[in-house]
């Protein structure tokens, strides 16, 4: 299933990634024809990273429908702690 392949695909991404220091999958969930995944992710610079994408199927290959992100400096991090 190409779906679960492109998953598959980010959380080795994720995995292997020498930015990333850890990650938390919130949400994820797949169809033959769409998917969605969200995740948090701390980063070796100490910033937070959660991002979120939906996608569908188009053909054989996954497209990015709809995206979204938030990004906070270490320091931003650190205060609000």
Known sequence: MVTEEYLTNIKTQLNTSVLISSF?????WDQPDQGYIRVRTQLANSDFLEVAEYF???????V??????Q????WSTAISA
């Open 24 to 28: 938390q999958i919130v949400e994820e």
């Open 71 to 74: 990004w906070m400096d270490g």
């Open 64 to 69: 990015t429908e709809r995206y979204r992100y």
């Open 56 to 62: 569908i199927v188009s053909g054989e290959i996954c």
